[in-house]
Structure formats: C-alpha cells, structure tokens
C-alpha cells in the first residue's frame, strides 16, 4: 500500500493518482524540465551548424513543453476546468503552502544543498540555482 506520492497535480489527476489520493500539498519545491542528452562522442562528430540544429531543437521542445503544461492546468482536455477546480470537484483537498512554510521547507534542505554541491560541483550547482531564481514562485 502507497499513502504517499510525489507528483505535480498534473500528473496526479491525468495518471488518476486522485482517485485515491485525496489530499495535495502545492510545495513548489521542484522545477521539472525536460533533459535532452547527446554523447560527447556523437556531440563532438558533429558540425558547428548541426550542433546548432540541436540547440534549436532543444529550446522549441522546451518551450513547447512549458506551453502545453500551462494549458492543461489552466483546461483539462475536452473541458473548460482547470486541473485544481478537477482536483477539488473530485474529492481532492488542495493546500496551497504560505511563503513562510516555503521559506521553512528551503532553509531544511540546505545541509542537502551543501552535500550536493560538493559533489556535483560550484558552477553546475550555482548555475542550478540560478535558473531556480529565475522560476521562483
């Protein structure tokens, strides 16, 4: 037996992870984004102007992406609800968490942060942070 998930609302509501489910907390902790990988190897044989053909290729995706997601939540398909009004008219109590929890929940994972950034190294992790600002709710 679960009693516990993960997931944005989307996922929740689209893989009917509300029927059963019937409280969510809208943390905001994450930034989903879709990775696109390329081997170095494959990278590197390739020319200049088909290395930039990827770039492009990788920021329509992403933007398509962010596009479609901020239209399922604003109507699920073949209706005019939004994905919280679908959530709520289905049994599902949404809690919306206040700047300061959110500032509570950030101040929590900085011992993980410094663990990580060790690891992973300053430029990756600052850069990480960076776009994190960039999204901030």
Not at 19 to 44: F, G, P, Q
């Amino acid at each position: 037996m679960v009693d516990a998930q993960d997931n944005p609302i989307l996922t929740s509501v689209l893989m009917k992870f509300t029927e059963v489910t019937k409280y969510a907390t809208l943390t905001h902790h994450s930034l989903n984004e879709c990775i696109t990988v390329v081997s170095a190897d494959y990278w590197n044989k390739l020319s200049k102007s088909d290395q930039q053909i990827f770039l492009e290729a990788a920021e329509i995706l992403k933007n398509v992406n962010r596009e479609v997601n901020a239209k399922l939540h604003q109507a699920l398909p073949g209706s005019n609800i939004s994905i919280n009004d679908y959530a709520k008219a289905n049994g599902v109590e949404i809690i919306e968490l206040t700047a300061d929890e959110r500032e509570q929940f950030r101040k929590a994972m900085v011992p993980v942060w410094d663990k990580y950034r060790k690891e992973i190294g300053n430029d990756v992790f600052d850069l990480m942070l960076k776009k994190i600002d960039q999204h901030r709710l």
